[in-house]
Nanobody
Framework: QLQLVESGGGLVQPGGSLRLSCVASGFTLDNYVIGWFRQAPGKEREGVSC????????NYADSVKGRFTISRDNAKNTVYLQMNSLKPEDTAVYYCAASTLWGTMAMNMRVMTGDGMDYWGKGTLVTVSS
């Protein structure tokens, strides 16, 4: 079965850190641009960060720049999202998604339509609260 599986979510206090993982099952991530998206209760899904297939290019939403870092280990078929200095407004379900095209991913980072995305995970919940 071809799928992406996210893990690493949980409850953390403001100012704390979490590292999310996105693992591919049934296919290899080498040829895919991977993006992290999030959806807070009552809000639309939005782009958080993305990374090119070899890891040479990254992109971040303004709201997470300087706090989140995306990386990948293709040998482990995994993409990570290190989240530091977490804020209550970071509370959301976080999803990873795969696309073969950087342009498609970049477009969805700006305006999330889901068009052209090849795979989505089912999400992992991050709750930032004291």
């Amino acid at each position: 079965q071809l799928q992406l599986v996210e893990s690493g979510g949980g409850l953390v206090q403001p100012g704390g850190s979490l590292r999310l993982s996105c693992v591919a099952s049934g296919f290899t991530l080498d040829n895919y641009v991977i993006g992290w998206f999030r959806q807070a209760p009552g809000k639309e899904r939005e782009g958080v960060s993305c990374i090119s297939s070899r890891g040479s290019s990254t992109n971040y939403a303004d709201s997470v720049k300087g706090r989140f870092t995306i990386s990948r280990d293709n040998a482990k078929n995994t993409v990570y999202l290190q989240m530091n200095s977490l804020k209550p407004e970071d509370t959301a379900v976080y999803y990873c998604a795969a696309s073969t095209l950087w342009g498609t991913m970049a477009m969805n980072m700006r305006v999330m339509t889901g068009d052209g995305m090849d795979y989505w995970g089912k999400g992992t919940l991050v709750t930032v609260s004291s």
